[in-house]
């Protein structure tokens, strides 16, 4: 048989190299800012650009799809070419890739900084960039698949099932989450509203974690680990296996991020046994990894690539048991809302995925650059900074959100509720002092990577391409008998891609399709009515600030939520909520209810200074909101905009959308000057306030008719 | 693998008692599932057995590694040992329900709101568990013992707790099960799945069935709505059982103003956290009416302030307090409050409401109702 000589790009894995090394800094360093913020409000600079709510997207944005996402393309396209014995498709394709992935995060970044957001989380970004995902995606998906057909290996290998599954899900998931309708360039509803948006979102927000964290991840390992420890993969049985059962029920899972909110009982069920059932699936990965590594033990002791490898994967085990244990209702009674969750996350991003990305760097850079790596002792440092990093980050964490939880549900014998929300937050700062420290060591420890790597990249030369040669596949294939039937699919990329995304679509479907069809899973309420024009302009304000970072918008039905913040949340109570605001994280307290709690004079001096109302208070201050102008021009487009998404306006509201505004700001502007306070009705502030004292109330009148 | 079959079934079998045993408590209005204590007895109940059950495999494997040799008889005894000590635990679990009809007329609840016969039956089981897990320690250290004294001492060792815990190929004899798999020079091993994995996920699967008819077949846990029901019956007893004991109990009508030093202070305190925001350190008012006046927009004697401060003026943005403060509190700040009286603070806000006299008469009736409506005016500006 004729051998073909051809080559490797590795141009291409050296720039998205560098630039999983540059975001990394990055999205560390805003996390850095966002947790120094908990604890120096100062800190916030009173700006709009650099307030908590608009650091904190930029955080999650940088840390997963530029930092992660470019370390998976880095390390797929790497990968990718070995294992097919051929060069990617096509060069333009990767650069246009590149470039266009880039392009994405600069986007990001400025539009998150100005404030341009859909308010879901993990999918902030508006429709002009969820356009480009798309197509960058697809520029991806097309070279990927152009580079399989083109292969010179016969069969597909484990971490290759994993990017095709990562590819095919990632896309639907993007594309069902982020329907929306424009309103501006800039700015879109939510196609979802209420407890259907919830379900899409974190149906999508799970399953980020999922497939672009946890299967593209599991592939690099799959490459990495036993290139590293130069052993053989420990059982092509468990990895079939643990790969299909992964993919199949981490989609399920989604609603475990709704348990005791108004979503319905029966999806929150499915919710809770999928995650259950998952513990196993995501432990054959972490099970495959780690006894790949039986008899290279002492190697582990040595090499500080091994070393990174052996901790992520570890790290992986223990937040894949977690998860399924947050997941059961009781756990997570206790720990929603708290910062029990962000401990948990960070296991997973500092640990899994931080960890792997270093071992990857530490194995590929001297190999691209055909030098020893300038600082094996630097490395080992960076390797025991980085883990008392995550220890000392995240076991405060843990202790902080079980504190904080305890304290929201003390009663005094008298019935009572022990303590004020504000005990709580305070109690909560030696904590968050903790963790920023141990968030610093991380960082530093990424620093002196970065170091190390320049080091040696500067000392070596680098390898454009690399060589190899194999025959071409021939298209008459005969199977060994023997072949173990799960071969006849590693043959066939397109039908593991089709089978794949029959397999992921599964769950979505038999999740959604009720909530969305069957009217009683969202029993509607007379009561409830549309926002007015000027209540929408103030809740797009919301958004905008992300008050939803720190505030949730719903109320459990527990004794210690109805007697702090009212009635539980209903269902039937979102029903024009698009996007909803629910919430994952109560920093501050819940706003559900908190329409007509404090007068509007309140409100203004709170958002002027919090802690000239709240004493103590870690807010952020929103001196702006006092100056800048409602952007009266929008509202026509907005009522039009909720029209079409089926909210009942009067017909031809939209010509009166303006004048009713006016007229509702007056009556707040009003009610400010009797507490002395002198404001034009067309602030911002207007507008926040009128949606403030709205929400939660429709359901507070009806409440009263019933008594009466 | 196949000796253990029926052991696993044993298992299975073990949950369906279980079902009929929550049946009977939910008559009781309250499911033990949802009981922290019990589920978490529960789970440990399974995490012990799942541990049995594969430390059984364990030393299975390794007498199986010796079967050359005389040991073949201890395996025997072994792997029947741990049958016969799964089995045990589960017929004892399914006389739970005889035992649990018997005891669900008795309302007592003892410990962490399980009755006091559940609670030792399922310590029981537990202590039971431990002891089994202790004997096939002993077992499998005594089979290692005798194991390791006949081949070299270490290597062995950690191969068989190897091979027993993931049923592996020792990595000596890996040649043996290497696939012609090689991708980029990585290759595969065809090693089983480790069994303690493979039955944890079928163990997984069995539960997530149970669990979704339990909650939406059989209806017997209680979901969230109800759940919480019975969450605030519960408190409002126990609330009530407190108040019948309680001395330092006052509301509306039986307050009284307080003199006592030590109270005031901590009034004040109250006072500083949760009131200074919007009516001024000094009551002199800001977002809120000033404190420190004469003048009330909802009665000024001590009865009507204590039930401001309690029930509140939600529409007016004045909050219900009686969630936040014990009577007590309320009590005390109630009369800090009294006593700023002509106090007169500086910037004090101008006077809302109505005046109000020692003697306790309100000047005007139709200022109170006209007072009531969002657009309360400044007293002095309104009255003839």
């Not at chain 1, 797929?76 to 990767?94: I, P, T």
């Not at chain 1, 305070?426 to 790597?453: C, D, E, H, Q």
Request: aromatic share 14%; with cysteine.
């Amino acid at each position: 048989m004729e051998l073909q000589k051809f080559q490797y790009d590795n141009k291409i894995v050296k720039m998205f190299a560098y630039a999983t090394i540059l975001w990394g800094l990055v999205g560390m360093l805003a996390g850095l800012l966002a947790a120094l913020q908990l604890v120096i409000p100062a800190l916030n600079f009173n700006l709009p650009y650099t307030t908590f709510g608009r650091v904190r997207p930029i955080h999650t944005n940088a840390i997963i799809f530029a930092f992660v996402g470019n370390g998976i393309f880095m390390g797929v396209y790497y990968s990718l070419q070995r294992l097919l014995k051929a060069r990617m498709f096509s060069d333009l394709l990767s650069k246009i890739h590149f470039w266009g992935w880039q392009l994405i995060i600069v986007l990001a970044a400025i539009t998150l900084v100005l404030g341009y957001t859909t308010g879901k989380e993990y999918a902030e970004l508006e429709w002009p960039i969820d356009i480009l995902i798309t197509l960058i995606w697809v520029v991806f998906g097309w070279n990927m698949f152009g580079t399989i057909l083109r292969r010179r290996e016969r069969h597909l290998y484990v971490a290759i099932w994993f990017y095709i599954a990562t590819f095919v899900t990632v896309a639907m998931l993007h594309i069902v989450n982020s329907i929306e309708i424009p309103v501006s360039f800039w700015k879109s509803y939510s196609w979802y509203a209420g407890v259907q948006d919830a379900l899409v979102q974190w149906w999508y927000g799970h399953n980020a974690v999922a497939f672009f964290l946890t299967t593209p991840y599991l592939g690099l390992m799959y490459y990495f680990l036993p290139k590293a420890a130069n052993r053989p993969v420990y059982s092509y049985r468990l990895s079939i296996i643990h790969f299909w059962a992964l993919i199949f029920i981490y989609i399920w899972a989604g609603p475990h991020h709704l348990l005791y909110t108004a979503t319905p009982d029966w999806a929150q069920s499915l919710g809770v046994v999928f995650s259950v059932m998952l513990i196993a699936p995501s432990w054959g990965g972490m099970i495959n990894g780690l006894l790949t590594l039986r008899g290279a033990w002492d190697r582990v002791r040595d090499n500080v690539e091994l070393k990174f490898l052996v901790v992520a994967v570890t790290a992986y085990g223990m937040a894949t048991f977690e998860g399924p244990l947050l997941s059961l209702k009781n756990v997570n009674a206790i720990s929603h809302f708290t910062d029990w969750t962000i401990a948990h996350v960070h296991v997973g991003a500092l640990g899994w995925n931080g960890f792997l990305t270093f071992g990857i760097l530490y194995w590929l850079i001297p190999r691209l650059f055909q030098i020893k790596l300038y600082s094996e002792k630097l490395a080992n440092m960076h390797f025991w900074i980085g883990t008392l990093g995550i220890v000392i980050y995240a076991v405060p964490l843990y202790w902080a959100g079980f504190m904080q939880s305890s304290m929201w549900k003390d009663f005094t014998p008298e019935g009572q509720l022990k303590w004020q929300f504000m005990h709580t937050v305070t109690k909560m700062m030696p904590f968050y002092i903790a963790r920023s420290i141990g968030g610093t060591l991380y960082l530093v420890g990424a620093v002196m990577m970065t170091y190390n790597l320049i080091k040696t990249i500067k000392a070596g030369s680098f390898k454009e391409v690399d060589e190899d040669s194999a025959p071409a596949l021939t298209s008459e294939y005969q199977a060994h008998s023997k072949d173990h039937w799960h071969r006849w699919i590693e043959r066939k990329p397109v039908q593991l891609m089709v089978v794949s995304l029959i397999v992921v679509a599964i769950g979505g479907i038999i999740e959604f399709v009720p909530a969305f069809l069957v009217k009683s899973n969202i029993p509607t309420i007379a009561s409830v009515k549309p926002y007015t024009p000027l209540e929408l302009q103030g809740r797009d304000i919301y958004v905008r600030e992300g008050c939803y970072t720190c505030h949730s918008q719903m109320i459990r039905p527990f004794r210690s939520e109805t007697a702090r913040y009212g009635e539980y949340s209903k269902a039937g109570e979102f029903v024009y909520d698009h996007p909803f605001q629910w919430g994952s994280k109560r920093t501050g307290p819940d706003l559900a209810r908190i329409g007509g709690k404090y007068p509007d004079s309140w409100h203004y001096n709170h958002m002027y200074d919090p802690s000239s109302m709240a004493p103590n208070s870690i807010m952020p201050s929103y001196p702006w909101l006092l100056e800048d102008k409602i952007d009266a021009n929008s509202t026509m487009a907005k009522i039009k905009a909720m029209k079409r998404l089926g909210v009942p306006y009067p017909d031809g509201f939209e010509n009166i959308a303006l004048a009713d505004m006016e007229n509702q700001a007056k009556e707040i502007a009003a009610s400010l000057e009797k507490d002395g306070i002198k404001t034009l009705p067309d602030k911002e502030i207007i507008a926040l306030i009128a949606y403030l004292q709205r929400l939660g109330k429709d359901i507070k009148a009806e409440n009263l008719k019933a008594v009466k | 693998m196949k000796k253990l079959k029926p052991l696993y079934l044993f298992f299975i079998a073990g949950f369906f008692p279980l079902q009929s045993f929550c049946q009977n408590a939910t008559a009781n209005n309250s499911s033990y599932f949802s009981n922290p204590l019990f589920n978490t007895m529960l789970a440990v109940i399974l995490f012990l057995a799942i541990i049995i059950l594969s430390l059984s495999t364990v030393i299975k494997n390794v007498a199986d590694s010796d079967f050359l040799n005389k040991k073949i008889k201890k395996d025997n005894e072994g792997s029947g040992n741990s049958l016969k000590a799964g089995a045990t635990i589960l017929f004892i679990l399914s006389s739970l329900t005889a035992f649990s009809q018997n005891t669900n007329s008795n309302d007592s609840w003892a410990i962490g709101g399980l009755d006091s016969f559940t609670f030792y039956f399922m310590l029981s089981i537990i202590l039971l568990e431990a002891l089994v897990l202790g004997l096939m320690f002993y077992q499998f250290k005594f089979l290692l013992r005798n194991h390791v004294a006949e081949q070299k001492a270490k290597e062995a060792k950690e191969t068989d707790i190897f091979a027993g815990l993931t049923g592996a190929v020792p990595v000596e004899l890996e040649e043996s099960i290497l696939m012609d798999h090689d991708y980029d020079g990585i290759k595969e091993l065809d090693n089983d799945l480790p069994p303690w994995w493979k039955y944890g996920f079928y163990l997984t699967i069995i539960v997530a069935v149970i669990y979704i008819y339990n909650y939406h077949f059989s209806e017997n846990g209680a979901l969230q709505i109800k759940e919480y029901e019975t969450e605030m019956a519960q408190a409002k007893l126990e609330v009530e059982e407190y108040m019948k004991n309680a001395s330092n109990m006052v509301d509306e009508n039986t307050v009284t103003l307080i003199n006592d030093a030590a109270q005031l202070e901590a009034a004040k305190e109250a006072y500083i956290t949760s009131c200074a925001a919007c009516h001024g350190r000094a009551g002199e008012g800001g977002v809120g009416p000033n404190l420190a006046d004469e003048y009330w927009l909802h009665g000024g004697s001590i009865q009507e302030v204590f039930k401001s401060i309690k029930y509140g003026w939600v529409e007016k943005g004045m909050k219900a307090w009686k969630e936040d403060l014990s009577p007590m509190q309320i009590a005390q700040v109630t009369s800090f409050i009294m006593n700023l009286k002509g106090t007169n603070p500086p910037n004090g806000k101008a006077p809302q409401g109505d005046l109000y006299t020692e003697k306790g008469i309100t000047v005007s009736d139709t200022l109170k109702i006209s007072s009531d409506s969002l657009s309360a005016l400044p007293m002095k500006d309104t009255l003839k």
